[in-house]
Structure formats: C-alpha cells, structure tokens
C-alpha cells in the first residue's frame, strides 16, 4: 500500500509544518510514501531541501534499491518544473525517488537568482565547494542588490559554513543546501537572500543528549536542544571552543538584521528581526527528522514591515 | 627567532591546491597540526608538552579567502590555548578578523595584528593583549615607538 503525502502549493517555511504533519501521520506505517507534488505553485529553497530530506527518511530499509524508494509526482506547471530543474532539485532527486512526470533535462544553476543550486553536503570537502562557489557567485549580488557591505560578503560566507558543517558533525547524515536571491514582495517588498540547509539526520535533541539532558531535567526535549545550541551556544563536544558556528552566524545576522530560524523534530526557534513577526520558539510541531536551518539576509536600508 | 608560517600554502599543502578558504574544523586541525609541526620543528614550544619558552609565529594570512568561526577557534585559538605562545597575524583582512576576535574574546586569549607598517595591533581579549604586549617588551622582542605604537624588534 502506498501512503500519500501532498506537498503544499506554496511551499516554504510556512507551510513546512503541514507538510511535516502530512509526511508524520504517512510515516506511520513504514508504507511506500507518494510526495505529491503535481500542484506546486511555487516552492522556496527552503521546501526544496526539505523535501528532499523527508526523501531521504522515507527511504525504506535504509536501502537504494528501487522498490524501497519514495515516490514523487514531479510539478506539472512548466514555469514551476523549469525553476525546480534550474535549483538542482531533480538532480538530488533522483537518487532520493521514483519520480513520475516529465522532468527537464536542463542543466541546473547558471541562473541569476539561483546562487547555490540545491547541493549535498556529506562531508568537509562538500564545505569548501560551497564556500568557493558561493564566494565566486553571491559577492556582487550581495554588494549591489542588497547593499551590503563588500566586506559582509566573507561573513555570508562564514554563515554558510557553519551552516553546513552542521549536518557534517552533528546529522549522522548527509544533507542539502541551497541559497537563493528573491524578491520578497510577501513580507519586505525588498530582495532578501535567502541560505536553507535541511537533513534528515539524528537532530538537535539526540545530538546533545548526552552533555545537555541532565542540566534540562523534566524541560528537555527538542525546544531545550534548540535553545541550548542557538541560545546558549553548547555543543554536544566538551571542548571549550565547540559551539561558536550558530554565536557566530547570530553575530552576523544581527549586524545585517536578517533571521535565523531552525526546526528539529517537533520544535522550531527563530531569531526573529523586527520586519518579522515570527515566534521566538514554538514547540508541539508535528514531527520530523533532522534539522532545517533558514537564514534570511534583507536588502538593507529601511526594513519596517 | 621567529617562525614564518605562510597560511596559504599550509592550507593548500593540507587540502587542496583548489581551494583558499580555511573552513571547517577537519581542515583546521590538519592546518594546525602542520604549524605544530613546524614550530617543533625549529625547537619551538620548549618540548614535547608544549612547556618552557615562548614561541613567536609569525602567520601571513595573504592568499587566505575566508575563514570561518570553526576553523579560526581550531587553529588560532588552539595554538594559544596548548603551548605559550605569541602569533603574529599579517595580511589580515577585516573579514578575516571578525571570525578570529571574538573567537579569542570568548577565552580570553589575545594574539597580535602586524600591520603593512610594521606596527603591531592586538586582537582578542583586552586583558590578554595588555600582558602579551608588556611580555613581548619585556623580553625586548617588540619595543615601543614613538607616538605609541609597538614594532617588533626582532626579522
């Protein structure tokens, strides 16, 4: 029996938690799941890694073989389908589903907005790649489209860095990233970057259990992991010098007023800026693997909602 | 004597001649350990425990794109946290500084800045600075100049 799971028309953060809660009740099982996604309108970077992610956990027998794969109805609206190819979802995807609709050949990236195509990130070589890349692509569209700084351009980078090696030391996993410039006329009316970064791996509570529980007590859980790592800066090593990756991506989004929002497992903390109106923390989500990290940079200049 | 340290071609002898940039903390440690390795070396850190007299390394940061939090907690941090030591940061850019100063800020450790004039500047925390440039005087390797900056004395 297959399980359907359908992928949200608008799909971004917003929406990712009726997706989580869809792919849950789906997962219940351990059926084959069927990622719906024919009536996608519009999806962000952020939607994009995270379904592959739920991919990734929905694989059954942790195996590749075909009939243990996901399935996938590929967007059906050609604009839809073009900018998915464009973002390098359905490279990634391909290994991750079975996928079913007419998938375009075009190469991805090499599109103005798409300054990271979705791209995997296994191990501290992926790192470099995506540090270089971004380095030779995101500078002038940093300097002259969101009027940051030139010198903000080796920050992003750092923030991006960090990001990843997130899902390097901590999943157990691999994962994805992508980092796209928009128009966010929904929120801002201004262009904003945008970093997303998603595994499905072990997630921020079962990384620090061991080092964090006990001083939690009755509280802990995904909300105190979340608190602890973003908040507090722990780490689940007890080296002394663990823990300055998210203090540091903190630093750089507060001087560039941007946000930072991590979900894992049924909880969600936000550094929320004042054009946002996001919750600090959330907690009873529906469930699901990994962690998604979502980094949003703004054009500067006037940022009142 | 110092140690020349020419972080560039460290890095590309430890990862990859394709990249310039010093993240990650894998890539950290390897760099670390090769100017480890270099300032052992020369007889540097007074023995194996890394106990007895100072070492002054000099680190050319030029060529260096960008380095991020986990890798400048894994290389500056660490060589100063483990041996006493002096580092002396060139070709620094801004970017390069903002990942490194609150990094030793938040030990309260300091190293030093030479700037394209020879004049030294600190990094790091203030008390830390403070005794490492009255070290340095006192052991007559950085002398004060008039108008107030510091040089070091010795090539």
């Known amino acids: 029996m297959t399980r359907l799971v359908e992928v949200p028309a608008q799909f971004d953060d917003r929406s990712f938690d009726q997706f989580a809660g869809a792919f849950a009740e789906a997962n219940k099982d351990a059926e084959r799941l069927l990622f719906d996604a024919h009536a996608a309108e519009w999806a962000s970077p952020y939607g994009l890694v995270g379904l592959l992610a739920a991919g990734q956990a929905a694989r059954r027998g942790g195996s590749a073989g075909a009939a243990d794969r996901p399935l996938l109805t590929a967007p059906t609206n050609p604009e839809v389908l073009s900018y998915w190819t464009r973002a390098g979802f359905f490279r990634e995807a391909a290994e991750l589903f079975e996928i079913h609709g007419k998938v375009p050949r075009a190469k991805a990236a090499e599109h103005s907005d798409v300054l990271l195509p979705v791209t995997p990130v296994r191990a501290a070589e992926d790192v470099h790649a995506v540090v270089s890349k971004i380095q030779q692509r995101a500078s002038a569209i940093l300097a002259s489209e969101l009027g940051l700084d030139p010198k903000a351009t080796m920050g992003f980078a750092m923030a991006l860095s960090e990001a990843c090696q997130n899902i390097v030391e901590h999943a157990g996993t691999g994962g994805w990233v992508a980092v796209q410039a928009y128009h966010w006329r929904r929120k801002l009316a201004r262009r904003v970057v945008v970093i997303a970064v998603a595994d499905a791996g072990v997630g921020f509570r079962h990384s620090l259990e061991p080092t964090q529980s006990k001083r939690f007590g009755d509280r802990w859980g995904d909300a105190a992991a979340l608190e602890a790592a973003l908040v507090q800066g722990v780490s689940r090593f007890r080296d002394p010098g663990r823990g300055q990756g998210l203090a540091g991506i903190r630093r750089y989004l507060v001087r560039w007023d941007g946000k930072i929002a991590i979900r894992s497992g049924t909880a969600r903390i936000a550094i929320v800026p004042k054009w946002d109106e996001d919750v600090p923390l959330k907690d009873g989500l529906p469930p699901f693997p990994g962690a998604q990290v979502l980094i949003i940079i703004p054009e500067q200049g006037s940022t009142e909602p | ?155």
């Not at chain 2, 390897?30 to 070396?41: L, P, S």
């Not at chain 2, 540097?44 to 000099?58: L, N």
């Not at chain 2, 960008?66 to 940061?89: G, N």
């Not at chain 2, 309260?108 to 394209?116: K, V």
């Open chain 2, 1 to 155: 004597m110092i140690q020349y340290i020419d972080m560039h071609a460290v890095l590309q002898q430890s990862v990859s001649s394709l990249y310039t940039d010093l993240v990650t903390r894998p890539t950290g440690r390897v760099v670390r350990e090769r100017i480890e390795q270099a300032i052992a070396g020369l007889g540097g850190a007074g023995g194996p425990d890394g106990a007895g007299e100072m070492t002054i390394a000099r680190i050319d940061f030029a060529g260096v794109g960008c380095i991020d939090y986990s890798c400048a907690d894994e290389i500056v941090a660490k060589l100063l946290r483990d041996r006493p030591a002096v580092l002396v940061l060139s070709g620094i850019s801004e970017g390069h500084r903002e990942a490194i100063e609150p990094v030793l800020t938040g030990h309260g450790l300091a190293a030093l800045i030479e700037r394209a004039d020879g004049t030294l500047d600190v990094l790091g925390a203030k008390g830390a600075a403070a005794v490492l440039l009255d070290e340095l005087v006192a052991r007559r390797c950085a002398a004060r100049r008039p108008g107030g900056t510091y040089a070091l004395t010795l090539a």
